[in-house]
Every structure is written in C-alpha cells, then in structure tokens.
C-alpha cells in the first residue's frame, strides 16, 4: 500500500482565556505526541500509519514549521486520554485524533511565499491562502519533497509542463471570478438554494477532496444535495468534466450521507463543442455560463 503525504494546518484556537497562537498550538501538540480531529474534518478516514505530515503554520507565521510521522490511523480517544491531551484547556479537547512518530519542529520554518508558485495543489496563486484553512489536506509525494528539500522549479516551467491549460491569461482572469463569487454568493442566481458547505475547520470553498481540491462545495437547502462547483480556469473540456466527474464521486464516498444526492455545476465563459458533448448524458452535471461587464464612465472634464 503507497504512502501518503499531508498538510496538517495549525490555526490559532480561542477559549475563555484568551487566543493561543498557532505556533504554542503545534509546540503542545508535538509533545504530546498526538493531533485532534474533529468528527467532520475531510479526509480523517483516509490517514493511516506511515503516512508523512508536514505542519503548516498559519498567521502571522505563514510557514511550513515542521514534520512528523503518522503512528496509526484516526482513533476515538478514552475518558483519561480525553483529560490529559486536553491540558484543562477548552481548545485542546477532542474526541478524536491521530498519534504522531518521529515529531521534528523546524529551527527554521519555509514562508509559503517562497513556494507559492511552485505546489501543484495551490491551482490558483492568487488566492493561495484558500487552501490552508484548518484540518488537514493531502498534498503529492512531489509537493512534500518541494517542501522538505530544495526544490528550485520556477512557475514558468511548472505553466509550460501543464498538458491541461489552454490559456494563461483566461486562468488569470477566473481567479478573480472564484473571489467574487465567494463574496457575492448571495447576490448570484444559482437555480437552486445553495449555501456554502462548511465544516469545523473547513469552509466549502476550495474544499479538500484527497489530492486535490474542489473550487466550491455547497449544499442545497431544498433537497439536501452536496452540489460541487467548478470553474473550468482555462483547462479543456474533457478536464474539466473528468475532473468533475472525479469530485462528485469522491464527495458521495467520503461527505455525502446514505441516499444523499450529490450533483455538479461547471461555470464557464463559453460552452464550446468540447464542453457540450462532454456533457451530453450527464444529468448530474449542470452547465452554467458568465458574462463580465466593462464600462467605462466619464467624470472628470465631462460636457455637460
């Protein structure tokens, strides 16, 4: 069975005494020995002994502070288990949790700036911080070794080995189209009562579905599907269904609860041939295009 390699992220927690910073979050737990996980953080189910962790740190680090080794699969915690790793304290209580071998807190943590533009998980650089919400992500052998040694592939050559983009500058623009649709979902016109899926730790936009990562995953308030959107960022057609048709059906093994429907939406600029007769066939993929509006107004030395 191959290994797998993840991102556990350490966000500052609060209680009743006051905001613990990330950084005394991942010190405590490495000498615990041991991470919480909450009943719905994505992709507990799939961590298993052996398997390599790299700690991320969020703000105001921002860095790759660390690595461990995974001494077993997610596990329910006994009541004294409960009381010793919760250290008294409300944010260190869990239920769950996965206990960790060979701990090693870096003298020197990797600002993720550095190595924005070359992991392959981060799709959209931009908006890199998206993908570092709190849980836990799976990332490829190739990004962990990235991170662990001194990688040195530059974004031109990683865009250049790219067999799925069709046009740099349509990427650029829909990177822009993710943020506005997150900060205007309840202003756009879905079909359907959708909200954002969220977790505990996790929210429903670039949400973690093994190795990789869905633009959206909403719910709807009606019928209760799990719908995954995405956009289709400059890849072909067929990639984008493939890799659509690969999110629906990681989400009804892994999220979706028995008889749970789970469908899909592609938002694109324009429906090609490609695009139609990939399509064509599957009721559970919707279609939706967009338009962007460019006016310019006068304001200054304007006749009246």
Avoid at 188 to 197: M, P, Q, R, T, V
Avoid at 225 to 242: F, M, R, W
């Amino acid at each position: 069975m191959s290994m797998n390699y993840w991102l556990f992220i350490v966000t500052k927690r609060k209680d009743e005494t006051g905001t613990i910073l990330p950084r005394a979050v991942l010190e405590q737990r490495a000498a615990d020995r041991f991470w919480g996980l909450a009943e719905k953080t994505p992709n507990r189910k799939l961590v298993r002994k052996g398997d390599k962790i790299i700690f991320y740190i969020a703000l105001p680090e921002s860095a790759f502070g660390g690595e461990a080794t995974l001494a077993g699969v997610c596990r329910k915690l006994n009541s004294q288990e409960r009381r010793v790793l919760s250290h008294e304290k409300q944010v260190f209580e869990t239920d769950l949790g996965v206990d960790l071998d060979d701990v090693v807190i870096w003298s020197r943590p990797i600002p993720i700036s550095v190595l924005v533009p070359r992991l392959s998980f981060i799709e959209n650089k931009e908006y890199w911080f998206t993908y570092f919400q709190g849980g836990i992500r799976q990332i490829s052998e190739q990004d962990y070794r990235l991170i662990t040694s001194d990688v040195t592939q530059t974004l031109t050559e990683k865009i250049a080995t790219e067999k799925d983009l069709e046009s740099e500058s349509e990427f650029a623009l829909e990177s822009h189209l993710e943020e506005f649709i997150e900060d205007n979902w309840v202003s756009i016109n879905w079909g359907a009562s959708l909200g954002l899926y969220a977790t505990e730790e996790q929210s429903g936009r670039q949400f973690p579905a093994g190795l990789w990562s869905i633009d959206f995953l909403a719910i709807d308030a009606v019928t209760n599907d799990l719908v995954v959107i995405e956009l289709k960022k400059g890849k072909t057609s067929d990639a984008t269904v493939g890799q659509t048709l690969r999110y629906v059906n990681w989400v009804k093994g892994n999220i979706a609860d028995p008889g749970q429907g789970v469908r899909a939406i592609i938002i694109a600029r324009q429906i090609d041939e490609a695009l139609k007769y990939a399509v064509m066939n599957q009721p559970d993929i919707q279609v939706k295009t967009y338009k962007i509006r460019f006016n310019l107004e006068t304001r200054l030395g304007e006749q009246t």
